[in-house]
């Protein structure tokens, strides 16, 4: 009787007192031109991440709120790996904005002190550049763009979709796909607006024609070196910037003839950089603003 006593008091005592906190789930939160992201550490949180928790996270009334999570760097063979997840849960092949917030996040930590280095996504490889001390002015190379319809997920025969007509919502809209690791449409138009690319978007985002879905762009072209673009991202919805859009639109603008290699995006959010070069190998350049580190209540995902 006496023994059982000592044993409960023990194990009550051990439990909750003595055994080390769990760590709740830490998050950094930062954005490129408003397209927001949290930041999941793998080496720094035991719990894993799912489509379920992710959307939870994302939602903007009843999480954390962001466009999406990057989550790494997973480690092997002295590369690190990344993945990029929209709002929705889905992962992303690529990820401009949502990359250089994660590299901007690796100097903070001194995972990187090198001016320059590599991050691997579900798209491939792509060059950070640091261009100030502080690490949030950073130059992405993205890789090649690719216009071939297999590439991009587009249904029908293998081709270049080059101003070709797609029906969404009953409209017929001029559209070019481009590949950026990830898949867009991009339409070039005088009008433009938010109303305008949520309009398309939701109907594009999922049509027929892209069983892996898509990225819709609306572009205006205002002179041979800049453009003014509108997002409706996969997986997200509206957003007001994103690299991989931003480069997707100015790629293809370039390849239509309507604009020089050297262009500025201008997004809502803001201003990004964008140089394709003869092969069609782009890179850009954006900033990227840290707001906060979250730590979520241990009963967040407890249905309440
Ligand atoms: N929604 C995109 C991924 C994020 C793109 C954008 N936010 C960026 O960081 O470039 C997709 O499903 O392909």
């Known amino acids: 009787m006496f023994d059982t006593l000592i044993v409960s008091s023990i194990l009550y005592l051990e ?12 998050f950094y939160k930062y954005h490129s031109l ?8 793998c080496n720094k949180n035991q719990e894993a991440l799912d489509k379920e928790k992710i959307v939870k996270l994302c939602n903007r009334n009843y999480g954390i709120g962001a ?13 690190m790996y990344v993945k990029v997840y929209n709002a929705d849960g889905s992962e992303a092949e690529q990820g401009g904005n949502a990359i250089r917030i994660f590299a901007h996040y690796l100097k903070t930590i001194k995972e990187v002190q090198s001016e320059s280095f590599s991050l691997y996504t579900k798209g491939g490889e792509v060059k950070l550049r640091f261009l100030n001390r502080e690490g949030t002015r950073i130059q992405m190379t993205m890789g090649q763009l690719s216009f071939d319809s297999e590439k991009i997920g587009l249904t029908g025969p293998k081709r270049e979709a080059l101003h070709e007509y797609f029906n969404f919502g009953g409209e017929e809209y001029a559209c070019t796909c481009v590949s950026v690791g990830n898949p867009h449409c991009v339409i070039i138009t005088d009008e433009i607006s938010r109303a305008k690319v949520c309009a398309i978007g939701k109907y594009s985002e999922v049509a027929d024609y892209f069983p892996e879905r898509i990225n819709t762009q609306i572009v205006k072209v205002l002179d041979k070196n800049n453009i003014q673009i509108e997002i409706y991202e996969r997986g997200v919805g509206y957003t007001l910037s994103s690299g991989t ?13 309507l604009i020089d ?7 809502p959010g803001g201003k990004l950089w964008t140089q394709i070069d003869e092969n069609f190998n782009v890179k850009m350049i954006g900033s990227v603003k840290g707001i906060c580190r979250i730590e979520l209540f241990e009963d967040f995902f407890r249905q309440i």
């Open 34 to 41: 408003g397209n927001d992201y949290l930041i999941y550490d």
């Open 15 to 26: 439990k909750n007192f003595f055994r080390k906190k769990e760590q709740n789930m830490e």
């Open 261 to 267: 290699s050297d262009v500025m995006v201008h997004t």
């Open 67 to 79: 466009d999406g999570i990057v989550e790494g760097p997973y480690k092997k063979e002295g590369k």
């Open 245 to 257: 859009c931003s480069c997707a639109a100015a790629g293809a603008a370039y390849r239509l003839g």
